[in-house]
């Protein structure tokens, strides 16, 4: 795992060394073990580096043989081996053991059709002097960032929006439409970012720069492309079986040790299951949960697991002040406004395990890919109901968050006449699926395209890269992705709940009293953290604060505390603002410096 930045002057622009270096200073937590950079007429590229394949001759920029060829990359080519040796049966030669070397080949030999022949999770620059062209490329599913701006000075682009933010003239104004997303929908989604003018480079899309501008952007895989299955049991059990066993050989190349958030779910407990069968030996694992939660808990199953496993287990049991301590860490860490409470355990994980490892492994993916959310069952005649009134996603994915009166009171007109924007990802993404699948692979198509790039493998990549850890995600892999959609909805869905196909095929190694446990999902009890003395602090700070007032009147606000306080308001709605004002500090007001990982939010957004 890396941090990777760059520009691309037009021919009236210029670049500033020191602009690029103040860039990588932000994203060094991606790229603890090695900082390199490059420059060359008008392009400048810059790497931080997290050593994780090739410790010794895999520093970054890579260079082709004659120097033409110039790459910065971030993440992982899971079928590097097999690659290399396609490569060099054709006349290829290499000069590191490094993945990424495989990109600078395979682009040689295969021009731009190269992007379908890397398997993996990445995003890079790939500076070609010959054409004087630069080729900006995301992984298919997005697990891997990479953000761009464009003015008329030329292409600036990073891994992270606190990396961008440095190589820009100032500091872009909010998004009204990304704001109402998150509020609504707890993160913006699609080329939309929380800053004007900056835009996310989209799962599986390419986009070539020319002269400072861009020139062409293509999609270089897209799921719309998978044809609905008819397979049945025992045949879908045999393609699985060949999918999984190399998918779980390429990601399990390292030249490091790696280890597993282990949930005590059914997704992270397969995992564990295929790296045993696949000679990991015993690993180390981790669970996390909350002392003051009376809700029922996976950390007896998570330990069940890891003595079955003989796994080196280690058991987190967060307490109230611990988790809020970090707040202010995880929203520095995200820097993309998202609303999703699991960033505050997952970042306690991943600073724990990373005492101890760079790579851990991680169930994220398995609910999207064999339709494992109960949104999925919700009866066809009530979602037709719902579409009525909600009509463009066949009456899935209709409420957000901000709902009844804080929707209609809460909001200023300048946040209002973006409203439209709140459910346009998902009514997208619903009208582009074909005609010929059905509801069920509609619906996890819009969460494959949305919630999973935009939320889900947000936390995973930035939580974990906040303390130098690399993530590594099997059922993200486009080829589980593309079996698990394509699979008749009899094998996904029955009347006990979903998954059904992945639970069976796991019986082999799984009790089923573990696999057909209810699902109970990961709870964080954010509520009983807001705690009357906290809600009077926020009345205080929150409704004058200038992340607020632009977008919110100030008497609802306060209102809305006060309902708060007395349990009659919803919690998301009060946590969304907080984590704002404490956005805006870092981001609006600093520089985009980091907080320390344990602090009082409130002193971020004192008076």
């Known amino acids: 795992m890396c941090g990777i930045a760059g520009i691309i002057a037009t021919p009236a622009g210029e670049i500033d060394p020191a602009r690029l ?21 008008g392009v400048a590229l810059g790497h ?67 992007l379908e022949h890397l398997h993996g999770m990445f995003a890079f620059a790939l500076w070609d002097g010959e054409r004087q062209r630069m080729i900006l490329a995301r992984d298919r599913l997005g697990m891997k960032p990479l953000f761009l701006h464009a003015s008329p000075t030329g292409i600036r682009f990073a891994s992270e929006l606190k990396g961008l933010l440095p190589l820009l003239d100032h500091t872009p104004d909010i998004h009204p439409g990304a704001l109402i997303q998150y509020l609504s929908r707890q993160f913006s989604s699609g080329t939309t970012t929380i800053f004007q003018g900056i835009e996310r480079l989209l799962p599986a899309e390419a986009v ?49 040790p790696f280890g597993l958030f282990l949930s005590g779910g059914v997704d992270s407990a397969i995992l564990l299951a295929m790296l045993e069968h696949h000679g990991a030996g015993p690993i180390h694992t981790w669970s996390a949960g ?67 490892l760079k ?22 005649l009530e979602r037709r109901l719902k579409a009525l009134f909600h009509p463009g996603s066949g009456g899935f994915r209709i409420r957000g968050y901000l709902r009844r009166r804080w929707r209609r009171h809460l909001p200023l007109p300048a946040l209002v006449e973006h409203v439209e924007m709140e459910r346009l990802p998902v009514i997208n993404a ?45 059922f993200v892999d486009h080829r589980v992705v593309e079996f698990g959609l394509g699979l008749p909805d009899a094998l996904k869905r029955d009347a006990g709940g979903g998954k059904r196909f992945l639970k069976w095929w796991a019986e082999r190694w799984l009790p089923r009293d573990h696999l057909n446990a209810p699902k109970r999902g990961f709870h964080v009890p954010v509520g009983t953290w807001l705690t009357p003395d906290l809600m009077d602090c926020l009345a205080g700070r929150l409704p004058a604060h200038p992340a607020i007032t632009p977008w919110f009147e100030g008497s609802v606000v306060r209102e809305l505390l006060d309902n708060a306080r007395r349990r009659n308001s919803p919690n998301r709605i009060v946590w969304a603002l907080l984590q704002l004002a404490i956005w805006h500090e870092l981001f609006i007001e600093g520089d985009g410096s980091p907080p320390p990982v344990d602090c009082d939010p409130l002193e971020l957004i004192s008076a």
């Open 21 to 41: 270096e103040r860039a990588l200073e932000r994203l060094a937590h991606r790229g603890p073990d090695h900082r390199g950079s490059h420059r060359e007429g």
């Open 48 to 114: 931080t580096r997290l050593s994780i394949i090739d410790l010794e001759g895999g520093d970054q920029p890579l260079f082709s043989a004659d120097r033409h060829l110039v790459l910065v990359a971030n993440g992982e080519i899971y079928n590097h081996v097999e690659l290399r040796e396609e490569l060099e049966a054709r006349g290829h030669r290499f000069s590191s053991r490094s993945d990424c070397e495989t990109i600078l080949h395979a682009y040689r030999e295969y021009g731009e059709a190269f």
């Open 208 to 256: 070539c720069i020319e002269g400072g501008r861009i020139t062409r952007r293509w999609r270089y895989w897209c799921a719309t492309a998978v044809e609905p299955s008819s397979a049945g049991l025992e045949e879908a059990r045999e393609e699985f079986d060949a999918i999984m066993e190399r998918v779980m050989v390429e990601h399990m190349r390292s030249d490091v």
């Open 290 to 356: 909350f002392a003051d939660d009376d809700r029922d808990s996976e950390l007896p199953a998570a330990r069940r697991l890891a003595e079955r496993f003989g796994t080196r287990h280690e058991v987190l049991e967060l307490e109230r002040d611990q988790v809020f301590g970090v707040l202010a860490h995880t929203v520095w860490a995200a820097d993309e406004l998202m609303l999703d409470y699991a960033n505050l355990p997952t970042a306690l994980l991943a600073h724990a395990a990373a005492r101890r």
């Open 359 to 380: 790579v851990v492994f991680s169930g994220e993916g398995g609910d999207e890919v064999f339709a494992g959310y109960r949104r999925y069952g919700v009866r066809p």
């Open 430 to 474: 619903w009208q582009e699926t074909p005609a010929r699948w059905s509801d069920l692979q509609r619906m996890q198509y819009v969460d494959l395209v949305t919630a999973l790039p935009d939320n889900l493998l947000v936390k995973n990549d930035r939580m974990l890269m906040a303390s130098g850890m690399e993530g590594r995600l099997p």
